[in-house]
């Protein structure tokens, strides 16, 4: 019987548990970059890594061939699942195979609807909602994952208010999530806002703030407009102040993201869960400042 590493994480004393987040590489060329980043950030204090889940096709396998890689090279891995296009059948397999390829724990998601589709649509032998999922996955794979779940600081762009929100997010932990990972935010007071709704409506568990060192303007406002995530108002002023110069601009994505991140150590926050977007640079700049 395999011990799964990650609950153990969150229950040291005073050092939070760090993640960083991969995507399934498009190509073979992608990959072996994405695996060189992964071997960099060995040994910069990260605790486990996630890789996403795609929309359709292709990248659904890569990820796990890819998660299966990271976890050879000596990584805990959470592998993202989401509902969209699965039956319940299907789901269950997936988890096997989760759990053959080694896999620590299973961020369980609803997933977007698929491009060119306004709003989510179920499968019909499927799930509507990412609590049915972590049910599924301990019904499947009783005690073998560490569950998550996401959470939105800014809220999800379909709740209609934060008081639903956080009801369902509650409702996704009340299933049996283990800790939540929150969805990128660029100003610390919606990460708190957030840890206080979800306190007051009895989520208990580890509430890990997810944060992204931006690496330009044009990205942030792609990344955010796809995330729903607010540009502070200073940030883009100081992005702006760069003007074409990328380097500057990755350089102010990094301190923001540094400044982040001792705000939400300093503030109580159990871990942080970066993502890289599959390069290492800003994010062992990032550690680097926070170990020193
Ligand atoms: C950390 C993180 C990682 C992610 N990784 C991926 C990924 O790998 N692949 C990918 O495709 N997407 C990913 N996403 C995006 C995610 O799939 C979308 O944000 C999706 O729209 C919502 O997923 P969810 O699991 O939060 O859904 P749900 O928890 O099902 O919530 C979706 C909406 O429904 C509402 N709701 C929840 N439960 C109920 C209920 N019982 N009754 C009525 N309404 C309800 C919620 O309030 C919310 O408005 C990620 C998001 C985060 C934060």
Not at 41 to 68: H, K, M, N, P
Not at 115 to 139: D, N, T, Y
Not at 190 to 195: C, Q
């Amino acid at each position: 019987m395999r011990t799964n590493p990650l609950p153990a994480v969150f229950r040291r004393p005073g050092r939070p548990a760090v993640s960083v987040e991969f995507f399934p590489p498009k190509d073979a060329a992608g990959g072996e970059r994405m695996l060189e980043v992964a071997r960099t950030l060995q040994g910069s204090g990260v605790d486990f890594a996630s890789i996403t889940y795609g929309a359709g096709g292709s990248s659904r396998d890569t990820t796990l061939a890819y998660g299966r890689k990271l976890v050879a090279m000596g990584y805990a891995m959470v592998g993202h699942l989401t509902c969209v296009g699965h039956s319940r059948r299907e789901l269950a397999e997936l988890v096997a195979r989760y759990d053959e390829a080694g896999f620590s724990g299973i961020l369980a998601l609803r997933g977007d609807p698929p491009k060119g589709q306004g709003a989510f649509v179920p499968h019909p032998e499927g799930f509507a909602h990412a609590h049915e999922l972590v049910r599924l996955i301990h019904a499947e794979r009783p005690g073998r994952f560490s569950v998550s779940v996401a959470g939105f600081p800014e809220r999800h762009p379909d709740s209609p208010d934060d008081l639903s929100d956080v009801r369902h997010l509650a409702g996704k932990v009340a299933a049996g999530a283990d800790f939540v990972t929150t969805q990128l935010f660029l100003d610390n007071s919606d990460y708190f806002r957030l840890v206080a709704r979800a306190r007051a409506a009895g989520v208990r568990v580890p509430i890990v703030p997810g944060i992204m060192p931006v690496l330009s303007l044009k990205q942030a406002r792609s990344f955010c407009g796809f995330c729903k995530a607010r540009i502070p108002a200073a940030l883009e002023r100081e992005l702006e102040a760069c003007g074409e110069d990328e380097e500057a601009q990755r350089r102010v994505g990094v301190r923001w993201a540094v400044a982040q991140a001792r705000g939400l150590v300093a503030g109580g926050a159990p871990g942080l869960h970066v993502y890289v977007l599959n390069r290492s640079d800003s994010a062992r700049e990032l550690f680097a400042a926070l170990r020193a």
